[in-house]
């Protein structure tokens, strides 16, 4: 009978940590895409389009899945939402403002740490190897972020303060999503993923109908210059003698002009729409993968994991960009996976 107990139990931390890895090998992947669209696009359009195509894997899911829609449940997924929301925000601002390579780190080690201090305060038991695994991982996490010629100094001091608001609205969201009861199923995140919508969308109104909340959003677009933001080409001068010989001597030549600068200038955002429309998918699946791991597990545990997605970010980087690894990078990434393994074993 024992050790049909101890086989449930081994059953089910394994279980936790394939879901905690598989979501944050797609928060990795989807925060590569997020990261290079924010790049081309304002971060408030690609956040937005984020959370407009992971909504709609939510609601495909819940309808699937269904759960328990109680008070409890409500307050949970709303909260969540609101502060992913935030976070995503900042996230994105941070990494489109760079260093990636500093930034993603220091956001997933914040991310860890709220929840962790979180359980410690509340009392959660682990068993110690499960504690140890779970600095490892942090220290790993940190690691992996580590690149030559890349230091704080090389951060502007809005960009910090982006990574650190957006790694605590990311803890304290995973702690209310936590909170949600174990017979809400996925009501909780899709209602924080819907909740992050209508903010977004809100916010959006706003920017449009008022100058000053345009101005204060822009913020996060500081890293863009205004061809970035707003596609244009420079208006002839008239009173140019060079310019009006052009533009009477070659129409036909500069009509096209206009256009394939047009062209050249519209492509790189389309591409960046998508790639933001992409990471949306896979952000959406990964919240049901860490709704599902929390209903099995502890917050701290669960965070931990999750927050191993710059595994993922760095490995695309070196597979698809071809980016070397050094070896401080290198030994982040054996920490994780002994990290893993350890959890796996506790």
Known sequence: MADVVGQRQTGAVLLIVVLGLGAALLYG???FLAGVAARRI???VATTINYAVATVVLVIVVLVVGGVWSQAAIISGVVAGLLAAVGFLTFTAALAAGPISLMTP???LLSSAVPVVVALVLGDRLEPIAWIAIVVAIVGSVLIGVERGISARSARPRTLVFALVSGV???FATVALDAAPADAGMVPVFLDTTAGL???LGIVGLVRALPVMRRAVAVLDAHSTRSELEPHLPEPDPTDPRSALRLAGTPVRGAARLALDR????????RARLLAGAAGLLIGGANVLLMLALHEGSVAVVAVLVNLYPVATVLLAWVVLRERINAVQGTGVVLAVAASVMLGLA
């Not at 062209?263 to 389309?270: G, L, Y």
């Open 169 to 171: 609205a990311f803890g």
């Open 29 to 31: 992947v989807a925060d």
């Open 198 to 200: 209508v903010l977004l």
């Open 106 to 108: 220091l956001i997933a």
């Open 42 to 44: 304002p971060v408030l």
């Open 263 to 270: 062209i050249r200038e519209a492509d790189p955002r389309r």
